[in-house]
T-cell receptor
């Protein structure tokens, strides 16, 4: 099936540092989403993006919908220990509706973030 | 509060046994999904259902079965045909009729073969 290339796979950073991760695809997406998964839990939605070029913030998190519609970026500023977890990007290719999978989300493989106090 | 509930949190299965994982939502979502998560593999889609009494295979459906008799419920059975069932299983739901506003995930079931 379709794939999203998410990088980096893992990051080890010092508390207080800024973090950047991204997702790219060969296909054009009409929605980009960023999730965080705490250990042993389900992913939780952080930010949703709906328009090319859109820049959205949620506290210390900022995400952007790439101009080409084939990529998205997530930045975390001034990291803290509770930022530890796996961050997933997800994209939606086409319109949703019954009888097809176009509306389904496609997920990246995740970026595992470790923060050293 | 509305949400999506998976049970049990931990499940142990003997070789050759079928086990069923429960997923219930009270969000009035039309669509529901099952994912398998292995370390470094991300989320892999097993089955999804966009409407009651209908479901579709995902990327790794072999060895699994589902039913969607009620809008609120989408149980997953891991059959003895699944050769490597040890994994973390996630259920999700979405509305309306798709994913534009994202999926809501349950807290997962960790299945271990003993």
């Amino acid at each position: 099936g379709q794939q999203l290339n998410q990088s980096p796979q893992s990051m080890f950073i010092q508390e207080g540092e800024d973090v950047s991760m991204n997702c790219t695809s060969s296909s054009i997406f009409n929605t980009w989403l960023w999730y965080k998964q705490d250990p042993g839990e389900g992913p939780v939605l952080l930010i949703a993006l709906y328009k090319a070029g859109e820049l959205t913030s949620n506290g210390r998190l900022t995400a952007q919908f790439g101009i080409t519609r084939k990529d998205s970026f997530l930045n975390i500023s001034a990291s803290i220990p509770s930022d530890v977890g796996i961050y997933f990007c997800a994209g939606q290719l086409g319109a949703s509706g019954y009888g097809g999978s176009q509306g389904n989300l496609i997920f990246g493989k995740g970026t595992k973030l470790s923060v050293k106090p | 509060d509305g949400g999506i509930t998976q049970s049990p949190k931990y499940l142990f299965r003997k070789e050759g046994q079928n086990v069923t994982l429960s997923c219930e939502q009270n969000l009035n979502h039309d669509a529901m999904y099952w994912y398998r998560q292995d370390p470094g593999q991300g989320l892999r889609l097993i089955y999804y259902s966009q409407i009651v009494n209908d479901f579709q295979k995902g990327d790794i459906a072999e060895g699994y079965s589902v039913s969607r008799e009620k809008k609120e419920s989408f149980p997953l059975t891991v059959t003895s045909a699944q050769k490597n069932p040890t994994a973390f299983y996630l259920c999700a739901s979405s509305n309306p009729r798709g994913a534009r506003h994202g999926y809501t995930f349950g807290s997962g079931t960790r299945l271990t073969v003993v």
